[in-house]
């Protein structure tokens, strides 16, 4: 969504012109049936014209200038209903064209290798299939939804999410998902695809907006119902005007008073007064214009029943990974062991993680570029052979210069992994775990995190270097989000499968009301009919962090 569509003018001539142009279109029978009111007003339109043109032949009822007037306000009414609906169904439409103009396909310079030197061959963005590997460099669109697997780059993502400060993207950690369409505005990047076209974050956008449904909720039903009631009674007792005022007259005639039978054109016009014609008007434009509002913040409503419950919602259970958490665990601490440092420690763990694709170790090697500016080395120089993550030995690591090389640099091996793996593993090596490691170890578990050990050994034996805390990081500002819920009236619980320790020290720093640690899909519908019980309205959510916008699965509220 572009950042002007967002905040696009009711007035704004973009939608005012294809709005007047709907307003002649839905003028049609089965259209105006839709809205029983409207339709009154409609068949009311058509009877004065019709008197009017009788008028002018000179059959009138009444005189031409006054039936002409009120069927021009009675057409003007018809015409502001239909307006009123189009204008809001245009802004939905604007959302919809907004990330379809956003969907470009540009020209893609696709690498034989994922190195931004490998030989380039010109392709467009419709020939990007999931694997390929594209070199994107300064002011070129991103052609597909991808993963960064080498450089750094500041990127414009205003089309997608509307803010207009960029933002850095680059390999390893969370920050590393692009998406199709946006603009590459500083440095380069290598992208590997990870979408085949049509399946891209922008094409299930567009088919999710286009594929919502105008559909009435239960409370417009009701006002609906309750809005032809009052049309029928306000009609009959319209219509006993007539033969009352025919009566009158003749009962004047016999009295020889003056008196006047009331014109069809006076009916309608009084008719119409009565009627409740303004929310009749109204109702469906109001319906579409919640869902138009929805959208430009990013929530896709498929139908107007989604929005009312949601605004009945009062408990919202929430699972913790991907929605409270970033999803996966994250490197967040270096607690060093005695007598060396934390950048030491920073270094090794880092070395030791450069071959680690998974999530925790690509979060190891950004945060020793974070903290201590630490980048990656060119290993190639310094022999590295990487040791992979196995069930039996619970550690990974790095051996430089192994034997059988020619290298100056002295033989070292690191470790990390499992606690009690390394203290195995420095203890065979006639090192020693000190007890300062294994209180940091315990303090680690005890906030709920993972603590990873890393060792060495070189020239002078095994010895502990530190322990690394992988943490469950808390999505940031997400506290504050749940400090609106509450205001709002709406208790959040967080879900997890964790043990309770981990489960209680999550929910104190996101800050939910309560949690439900251990969880099974039995306890979780348990909880759920719980809160049912109690007459409250409960939504669940959950997030698949696949983009940087979080793809959503829908809030499904359930009575």
Aim: glycine share 8%; with cysteine; net charge neutral.
């Amino acid at each position: 969504m572009t950042e002007h569509n967002a905040t696009m003018s009711m007035f704004d001539p973009a939608l005012l012109r294809p709005a007047i142009a709907d307003s002649f279109r839905k003028l049609t029978p089965r259209t105006q049936f839709r809205n029983p009111v409207m339709f009154c007003v409609y068949v009311g339109s058509i009877l004065t014209t019709v008197l009017w043109i009788a008028a002018l032949a000179g059959q009138a009822e009444a005189p031409a200038g006054f039936i002409l007037a009120v069927t021009l306000w009675l057409w003007f009414t018809v015409l502001f209903a239909n307006f009123a609906e189009a204008l809001a169904e245009g802004r939905s439409k604007a959302q919809a064209a907004s990330l379809r103009s956003a969907k470009k396909d540009v020209m893609a310079k696709k690498l034989n290798e994922p190195h931004p030197k490998s030989p380039i061959r010109i392709v467009t963005a419709s020939d990007l299939r999931r694997g390929d590997v594209v070199l994107i460099e300064t002011g070129d669109v991103i052609p597909a939804d991808g993963e960064v697997v080498d450089g750094v780059a500041s990127v414009d993502e205003s089309a997608i999410t509307g803010e207009s400060a960029p933002v850095i993207r680059e390999s390893g950690g969370d920050f590393s998902s692009v998406t199709g369409g946006t603009r590459v505005l500083s440095d380069w990047i290598v992208v590997r695809v990870t979408a085949n076209p049509g399946e891209a974050f922008l094409d299930r956008m567009i088919a999710m907006v286009e594929g919502a449904k105008r559909q009435k909720t239960p409370n417009e039903i009701a006002l609906t119902i309750l809005l032809v009631a009052l049309t029928i009674v306000m009609l009959l007792a319209t219509a006993t005007l007539l033969p009352f005022s025919i009566f009158s007259v003749e009962a004047a005639h016999l009295t020889n008073s003056a008196g006047h039978v009331v014109t069809i054109t006076a009916l309608v016009a009084l008719l119409v007064c009565l009627i409740p014609t303004t929310i009749g008007g109204l109702l469906s434009a109001i319906g579409v214009a919640g869902m138009s509002r929805m959208m430009q913040a990013n929530v896709i409503a498929t139908s107007g029943r989604a929005v009312e419950a949601a605004g009945d919602v009062d408990v919202l259970l929430l699972d913790k990974t991907g929605t409270i958490t970033l999803g996966n665990r994250q490197a967040s601490l270096f607690i060093p062991a005695p007598g060396l440092t934390e950048e030491a420690l920073a270094d090794a763990a880092q070395l030791s993680s450069l071959a680690d694709e998974t999530p925790e170790g690509r979060s190891i090697v950004v945060l020793a570029k974070q903290r201590f500016n630490i980048r990656q080395r060119d290993m190639a120089s310094l022999h590295a052979e990487f040791l992979a993550f196995t069930a039996q030995t619970r550690m990974s690591g790095v051996d430089l210069a192994p034997k059988g090389t020619s290298s100056d640099t002295s033989r070292r091996e690191i470790r990390k992994g499992a606690a009690d793996a390394v203290k195995h593993y420095v203890e065979a090596n006639g090192g020693r775990f000190p007890n300062e490691v294994s209180q940091a170890v315990a303090e680690v578990a005890r906030r709920g995190s993972t603590p990873l050990v890393v060792a060495e050994k070189g020239e002078q034996g095994a010895r502990v270097l530190g322990v690394i805390e992988l943490k469950d990081v808390v999505k940031g500002g997400i506290k504050e989000r749940f400090a609106e819920l509450r205001k709002m009236g709406i208790k959040t619980v967080m879900v997890t499968g964790d043990n309770r320790l981990t489960a209680a020290a999550i929910a104190a720093e996101a800050g939910v009301d309560d949690f439900l640690a251990e969880a099974t899909p039995e306890a979780k519908l348990a909880t759920i009919r719980a809160h049912q019980a109690e007459g409250r309205l409960v939504a669940m959510t959950a997030t698949a962090p696949t983009t940087p916008l979080r793809s959503r699965r829908p809030t499904s509220p359930s009575r």
